[in-house]
């Protein structure tokens, strides 16, 4: 602690025993914290070094966290650990319109990223719902998605360089500046959705896009789940790229409502939301869309008449959720299927839910095939929580029957780690450890997550 305070100064190094406490968690249920033994903040690449040397040096652990928005349990504390947030990296380095590059430092918040860059024309696509939290550092460690990601891709298609503090204590550059260049491994990938087990991102240069035309939103709602789910795959399959393509069913729908009053339709079976981001030609796009969903059943296509009845239905989508929270204890699925499978998906959730006698709420980034079923239960009823566990593995052991991902976007953090070896099976989860050793021998990083 000497050390540590000697380099960082005072403020940057907290062992108030209440302020551990209440960073102990990320934002999953259902998965062990420890107590850790302090949280610094660093400022700068050359004090993570320093926080590393001195950890490493004493064997202590080490959790990096940005926000805490995690949903695996990724960022949770350890017993003992050294916890380091990225909350005083939260610089953007450089906005480069003629690159369409951005450097930035990793605690940088997502949003406040996708502003600075629109302010010079230019768009950071990976939106994951938490956007006005999560961190650049935390969504390149779990290689967040969003909801334009549908058409834009996810994080690992936008990080085009990385600066990674080895255990070593030593400083990786990885990647490139340049949108093309294929010198040697990709390193930078493979950091990306490491969960903090191989290194502390310090900066990270991401790919920009020139800013997207105006944008025009529609809501179809639809009798059934699986006319709906019919739906939205016949819309990805016509060969229109909606730059949003999301999924709510009933039981999701009514619980935003309860949540906050947003006008959504309770007595339907399903809703799709959808966008087109292509201008002038985003009115034909949501036709064809409408056409789409009609000859699959829907009962109602409304169009949202201005930007502000848009951002509504995409602020009912991002409040997913916290509306759930409030319903009991959430376990939330994170599968991803080929999109042909989602029907299958949908009914096989249906079949579980009924199975195990427990509520599956069914919202997802759907123009994906990914799905969060979402496993609703009351904490106090210890025979029901037993069952809620079983139907949220059986949901991943039928992701993986058809064809898909036990994590669409998540990550695996404590939550799946005793699901990974049956994704990867055994001779991928042997690669998967012997890199580990190869990058952190003595298991400094985020020990105990992913890898058991
Ligand atoms: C309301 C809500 C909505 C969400 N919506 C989405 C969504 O649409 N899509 C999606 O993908 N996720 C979503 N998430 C999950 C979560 O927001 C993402 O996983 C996000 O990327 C985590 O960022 P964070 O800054 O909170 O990271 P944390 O939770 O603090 O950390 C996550 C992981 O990243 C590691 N990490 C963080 N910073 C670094 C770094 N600098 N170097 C190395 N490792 C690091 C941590 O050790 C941990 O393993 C949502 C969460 C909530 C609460």
């Not at 209440?18 to 999953?28: G, K």
């Not at 949770?76 to 990225?86: P, Q, R, V």
């Not at 059943?297 to 759930?324: F, I, K, Q, T, Y």
């Not at 929270?325 to 999109?339: K, N, Y």
Request: charged share 20%; aromatic share 4%.
């Amino acid at each position: 602690m000497d050390r540590l305070r000697s380099v960082l100064g005072d403020d940057a190094v907290v062992d108030d025993p209440d302020v551990l406490d209440s960073h102990r968690n990320d934002h999953a249920k259902f998965c062990t914290a420890g107590m850790p033994r302090a949280l610094v903040r660093p400022s700068s690449t050359a004090e993570v070094v320093e926080v590393v040397r001195a950890a490493g040096e004493l064997g202590v652990p080490i959790v990096t966290q940005g926000a805490r928005t995690g949903l695996s349990g990724a960022a949770n504390a350890i017993d003992g650990c050294l916890l380091l947030s990225t909350t005083r990296m939260t610089q953007i380095l450089e906005v480069s319109a003629e690159d369409q590059v951005a450097v930035v430092q990793p605690g940088v918040v997502n949003a406040q990223l996708s502003r600075a860059v629109l302010e010079q024309g230019l768009f950071y696509p990976p939106d994951p719902s938490s956007w006005e939290q999560s961190t650049i550092g935390g969504n390149i460690a779990t290689n967040a998605g969003g909801l334009c990601c549908v058409k834009y891709g996810v994080t690992a298609d936008f990080v085009r360089g990385l600066e990674v503090v080895l255990a070593s204590g030593e400083v990786v550059r990885t990647g490139r500046r340049s949108a093309k260049g294929v010198a040697g491994y990709d390193l930078t990938r493979l950091i990306v959705g490491s969960e903090g087990t191989l290194g502390v991102v310090t900066e990270a240069t991401l790919a920009l896009r020139p800013a997207p035309e105006a944008a025009l939103t529609a809501a179809a709602t639809f009798l059934s789940i699986e006319d709906g789910i019919a739906a939205a795959a016949a819309v990805m399959a016509s060969g229109l790229r909606p730059s949003l393509l999301e999924f709510l069913d009933q039981p999701t729908l009514r619980a935003i409502q309860d949540y906050r009053d947003m006008g959504l339709p309770e007595d339907v079976g399903s809703m799709l939301l959808a966008q087109s981001d292509r201008g002038l030609r985003a009115a034909d796009d949501v036709a064809r869309i409408a056409e789409i969903c009609t000859a699959h059943g829907a009962v109602d296509v409304a169009e949202a008449s201005d930007a502000e009845e848009s951002r509504m239905l995409l602020e009912a989508r991002r409040l997913v959720n916290s509306a759930l929270e409030p319903l009991g204890t959430t376990l939330i699925d994170d599968v991803a299927v080929p999109r042909s499978q989602l029907v299958t998906l949908l009914r096989g959730i249906a079949e579980i839910g009924a199975k195990y006698d427990v509520l599956i709420c069914c919202p997802g980034h759907v123009g994906d095939g990914n799905m969060h079923p979402t496993v609703v239960f009351d904490p106090a009823d210890a025979a029901a929580e037993a069952r809620a566990l079983e139907a949220f593995g059986a949901v991943m052991q039928l992701g993986l029957r058809l064809g898909g991902t036990i994590t669409g976007e998540h990550g695996i953090g404590t939550l799946k780690a005793r699901w990974l070896e049956t994704e990867l099976g055994p001779i991928g989860l042997d690669l998967h450890r012997r890199i580990k050793a190869a990058f952190d021998p003595g298991n400094l990083f985020n020990p105990g997550k992913v890898l058991l």
